[in-house]
């Protein structure tokens, strides 16, 4: 069991930017009454960032990635999301190994 | 779900059914987070606490891979601010879902917001209250899971290998794209999923990471609010 003075600083501070961020949007909100072009604006957060998240990975790393991507949202449309996950995985190796 | 029930299933039973996906598919990037810390320099008590305390896979990664003695604390702050800024927003939109929660339970609660928690607690939103005990098992389940098994990942090192062998990190992606396609609101989806996918490969090739995700995420935002709204009456 070790544990350097400045390293353990660094994880203190780390976490607490970190648990800052997940905090300050509960004090955000609330403030504003969203009508309209705010509130769909609003309302598009989940995607946006969950797309924005994964899309260089599915558009830029390699063929495999993006036809596997593909595939797993027609999967997406139609099955659960473990099943989803199953069928999107499976894929990625299969096309992995054809395209090296 | 789609079973007439008599008696319906409960909230914390919901919560574990839906994060355990999320959880499987966490595992191995925890190990292989733990098993680099270790490579890097880092004891096992240390990367316990850091998964511990900061419990962001991605931010966690990109410190690892910056870190070196003497640390850099400023660097990995600052690192870590941008690449969990995303937080804000998830917690802003979060906000009005969570009013069956107390004060203290969304301010301990949200100590455990993460993308995929978050996005299945807005799933949830979008077709029932949010409870308290799904909100609450759901995140610190996928938090244990986390700690565990990158302490596991720290202890077992290289013996684990890579996880691309088997596929297991397009997990991730996979569970991405299932929750954007379940959160989807209608047709202005599509642009706003395009503008925020553009952007952030755009900014990813030229600046790189972590920007990608703050300005895929703006150009995504930006799209709804541009869009004509669909229905006149409706808000």
Redesign the interface.
């Given at each position: 069991?070790?544990?350097?003075g400045?390293?353990?600083?660094?994880?203190?501070?780390?976490?607490l930017?970190?648990?800052l961020?997940?905090?300050?949007?509960?004090f955000?909100?609330?403030r504003f009454r969203l009508?309209?072009?705010?509130?769909?604006?609003?309302?598009?957060?989940?995607?946006?960032?969950?797309?924005?998240?994964?899309?260089?990975?599915?558009?830029?790393s390699s063929v495999a990635?993006s036809l596997?991507?593909i595939v797993?949202?027609v999967a997406?449309?139609r099955l659960s999301?473990?099943g989803?996950?199953a069928?999107?995985?499976?894929t990625?190796?299969l096309l992995?190994l054809v395209f090296g | 779900m789609t079973s007439p029930a008599r008696r319906p299933e409960p909230e914390w039973r919901a919560a574990l059914a839906?994060i355990?996906?999320a959880m499987v598919?966490g595992m191995p990037f925890a190990a292989l987070c733990g098993a680099l810390a270790i490579a890097k320099g880092?004891?096992?008590?240390?990367v316990f606490?850091?998964s511990l305390?900061?419990?962001?896979g991605?931010?966690q990664f990109a410190?690892i891979e910056i870190w070196s003695f003497?640390?850099p604390?400023f660097a990995?702050?600052v690192s870590?601010?941008l690449i969990?800024?995303?937080?804000?927003?998830?917690?802003?939109?979060?906000?009005?879902k969570?009013h069956a929660l107390s004060a203290p339970q969304?301010?301990l609660g949200?100590?455990t917001?993460a993308?995929e928690n978050?996005?299945l607690a807005?799933r949830r939103a979008a077709v029932r209250a949010l409870s308290p005990t799904y909100f609450l098992v759901m995140g610190v389940a996928f938090w244990a899971n986390w700690v565990v098994w990158s302490l596991v990942g720290a202890l077992l090192g290289p013996v684990l290998g890579d996880p691309?062998r088997?596929?297991?990190d397009?997990?991730?992606?996979?569970?991405?794209?299932?929750?954007?396609?379940?959160?989807?609101?209608g047709s202005?989806?599509g642009v706003?999923?395009a503008?925020?996918?553009?952007?952030?490969?755009l900014v990813?090739?030229l600046i790189g990471s972590p920007w990608?995700?703050?300005?895929?995420?703006?150009?995504?935002?930006?799209?709804?609010?541009?869009?004509p709204?669909d229905k006149p009456g409706a808000?």
């Amino acid at each position: 069991m070790r544990l350097d003075g400045t390293t353990v600083l660094a994880i203190t501070l780390m976490g607490l930017v970190t648990y800052l961020t997940r905090i300050a949007g509960l004090f955000i909100a609330g403030r504003f009454r969203l009508e309209g072009r705010a509130k769909a604006a609003f309302d598009a957060i989940p995607v946006s960032v969950l797309t924005a998240v994964i899309a260089p990975t599915l558009l830029t790393s390699s063929v495999a990635e993006s036809l596997a991507g593909i595939v797993t949202i027609v999967a997406a449309f139609r099955l659960s999301l473990l099943g989803t996950v199953a069928v999107g995985v499976a894929t990625v190796v299969l096309l992995r190994l054809v395209f090296g | 779900m789609t079973s007439p029930a008599r008696r319906p299933e409960p909230e914390w039973r919901a919560a574990l059914a839906d994060i355990t996906p999320a959880m499987v598919a966490g595992m191995p990037f925890a190990a292989l987070c733990g098993a680099l810390a270790i490579a890097k320099g880092l004891s096992p008590a240390e990367v316990f606490a850091m998964s511990l305390v900061v419990f962001a896979g991605g931010a966690q990664f990109a410190a690892i891979e910056i870190w070196s003695f003497p640390v850099p604390v400023f660097a990995l702050v600052v690192s870590t601010l941008l690449i969990n800024v995303r937080h804000v927003l998830m917690g802003a939109s979060l906000r009005p879902k969570l009013h069956a929660l107390s004060a203290p339970q969304r301010l301990l609660g949200c100590f455990t917001l993460a993308d995929e928690n978050w996005a299945l607690a807005e799933r949830r939103a979008a077709v029932r209250a949010l409870s308290p005990t799904y909100f609450l098992v759901m995140g610190v389940a996928f938090w244990a899971n986390w700690v565990v098994w990158s302490l596991v990942g720290a202890l077992l090192g290289p013996v684990l290998g890579d996880p691309k062998r088997l596929g297991a990190d397009f997990a991730f992606t996979a569970i991405f794209i299932a929750l954007i396609v379940s959160l989807r609101t209608g047709s202005r989806s599509g642009v706003v999923v395009a503008a925020s996918a553009l952007t952030a490969a755009l900014v990813r090739g030229l600046i790189g990471s972590p920007w990608h995700v703050l300005s895929g995420a703006m150009a995504g935002i930006v799209a709804a609010a541009v869009l004509p709204v669909d229905k006149p009456g409706a808000r």
